[in-house]
């Protein structure tokens, strides 16, 4: 997790992985942030028919590369961005989840990705090697989740390739994730990853995408 505070460095404090490990994760979340368990209610949408849908006129902004519509990343291929935010516990906790599941449909005919909520530099401070690994868009202004729907992160949505996103799921919620991964498999003719898995973290809430 990188401070907001100090952008030159990532600043380790109190919330670590022996610390989310008390909350009942097995994550890395390092900054103060408010835990709490989702109710019996799973908080994911799959809305099949019904779906919001991205803006043409948004722009995707890949590190390493250029600015692109996302129309122009949909001409071929669906997308399935898991969307980070890098100041955050509740990011950090699901972090090597996301990266179990993402891999997974790594073959499939959709572009996983991440979204981080920063610029390009401190999502490469969140992010480390995985950020080599993966299609990766900073998001420093946030108009991303918005654009899917999405009021608190971690979110993992499914964007078909005429920009509607059929399924959401926010927080860390395995039942919402574990829909949005199989609306990927249905869409796509693949296997869908196993969710949860025997080392993800217990569910969790998300943090506002206002910050």
Not at 126 to 144: K, M, N, S, T
Not at 150 to 179: H, M, N, Y
Request: hydrophobic share 40%.
């Amino acid at each position: 997790m990188v401070d907001r505070r100090s952008r030159g460095r990532a600043r380790p404090t109190a919330g670590t992985q022996e610390g989310a490990r008390r909350n009942g994760t097995d994550g890395i979340g390092r900054q103060r942030t408010r835990h709490r368990c989702w109710g019996p209610h799973p908080s994911h949408r799959y809305d099949r028919g019904v779906a919001n849908r991205l803006p043409d006129d948004l722009v995707l902004h890949p590190i390493g590369a250029d600015s692109r519509p996302v129309g122009e990343l949909l001409t071929t291929f669906h997308l399935a961005p898991v969307v980070l935010d890098p100041y955050t516990n509740e990011s950090s906790w699901i972090l090597k989840t996301a990266v179990r599941v993402l891999d997974a449909l790594r073959g499939a005919d959709a572009r996983v990705s991440f979204v981080v909520t920063s610029d390009a530099d401190d999502a490469r401070r969140f992010l480390g090697p995985i950020a080599d690994d993966f299609l990766v868009f900073a998001d420093p202004d946030r108009v991303v989740p918005k654009a899917l729907g999405a009021t608190t992160l971690p979110a993992f949505a499914f964007v078909r390739v005429d920009g509607s996103v059929e399924a959401l799921t926010e927080g860390w919620d395995p039942a919402g994730w574990r829909s949005v991964a199989r609306a990927i498999a249905a869409a796509t003719s693949w296997n869908p990853p196993t969710i949860p898995g025997p080392n993800d973290p217990a569910p969790f809430a998300g943090s506002p995408v206002t910050g």
